[in-house]
């Protein structure tokens, strides 16, 4: 700043010229920052790439209870041992809430408010994409043994391990609950072969049998209707489902392209895999990661400079981060502006 103030000492018109000259600097910099953020700080990988290093959705398993009574604190202590144990690779985390709790915003764990019978236990969604929670399941007082099997996995899930380390997406294929006519049996066939020869390897298609009771969590899960028409859902990464889900007339060759096609775009923290979908709660152990196939689009271009990626313990909106990140340097840059006009006019002339 004494550098400055020394070069304008008996020259009145130099401070305007500086001044302006300063304000194009200024102005080329916002430009250049909105540039970078319109581009939405482009990686060098594809959004499918970029979904096995992001941090799987955490969903919430709720002990509804006053836990200082004997029963609540043997749920408790069950299901934490349960979640530290055989589910550790489960996403998902424990909470305990008092129903007598007055200040508690029901509606942000998806429910009106406390269930009428209790003690009870459920298992609440988290969609970061949309700042949403839902129910998946609840039991009451708790789940048993036999519904913590299934709560982890069920032989659908595994299978979509299996596929999905080493393809671009799994195909969810729901057939409707009575006899169908419809042509879509063909058109997955049409899309598998399709990828397949312009995006190898391809994708996979599994049957889902809505009426399986082994698949009741994963049913509530995407509200898949034990009578609903033909349903077909996207799973990437390590089990992202893509919302929105195709039924009925909407599964068409060219929706399921143009869904599919999001998979080999280059990522972009705006448009992050996280806000493609949901993760299915499910375990996924550490020894699935090698098994991941690095797949490279066809027409991705050179690699581009990346940012850190987001720690698994961060949340939150990366498109609203940019957003406040991007107007703070923007009010600073024009607070520096209008300080230079302001002292240009200001400054007296010796």
């Not at 910099?29 to 581009?39: D, E, K, P």
């Amino acid at each position: 700043m004494m550098r400055f103030e020394n070069s304008d000492r008996g020259q009145p018109g130099a401070c305007r010229r500086v001044s302006a000259a300063g304000i194009l600097r200024i102005l080329a910099g916002v430009v250049a920052i909105a540039v970078y953020a319109s581009a939405g700080f482009p990686c060098d990988t594809t959004v499918r790439g970029k979904a096995f290093e992001e941090m799987r959705d955490i969903h919430r398993l709720i002990i509804l209870a006053d836990e200082k009574e004997l029963q609540n604190k043997t749920i408790a202590g069950q299901l934490r041992n349960w979640l530290a144990g055989p589910a550790r690779f489960f996403n998902a985390e424990m909470l305990l809430l008092d129903p007598r709790d007055e200040t508690i915003e029901w509606l942000e764990y998806g429910i009106p408010g406390p269930p009428p019978g209790l003690p009870a236990v459920a298992l609440i969604g988290r969609d970061r994409a949309h700042f949403r929670s839902f129910v998946i399941a609840h039991w009451e007082p708790a789940p048993t043994g036999a519904d913590l099997d299934l709560l982890t996995s069920s032989p659908l899930r595994e299978r979509i391990k299996r596929e999905v380390v080493g393809r671009w997406a799994v195909l969810l294929y729901a057939p409707a609950a009575g006899p169908s006519l419809s042509g879509t049996p063909a058109v997955l066939e049409e899309v598998q072969t399709l990828w397949a020869e312009k995006h190898p390897p391809g994708i996979s298609i599994l049957t889902f049998d809505r009426s399986d009771p082994r698949e009741k969590l994963l049913a509530s899960f995407i509200g898949l209707e034990p009578d609903g028409p033909e349903w077909v859902g996207i799973v990437f990464g390590r089990g992202k489902m893509m919302i929105p889900p195709l039924e009925g007339e909407e599964i068409t060759t060219d929706s399921l392209n143009t869904l599919l096609g999001k998979l080999v775009e280059i990522c972009s923290c705006l448009e992050p895999p996280s806000m493609l979908g949901v993760d299915i709660p499910m375990t996924w152990e550490p020894e699935l990661e090698p098994k991941i196939v690095s797949l490279v689009a066809a027409e991705m271009p050179p690699a581009l400079p990346s940012l850190p990626a987001v720690s698994e313990n961060e949340s939150g909106n990366p498109r609203l981060l940019a957003v406040v990140v991007g107007i703070m340097a923007l009010s600073i840059l024009g607070v520096a502006a209008v300080t230079l006009v302001v002292s240009g006019r200001r400054r007296p002339a010796i």
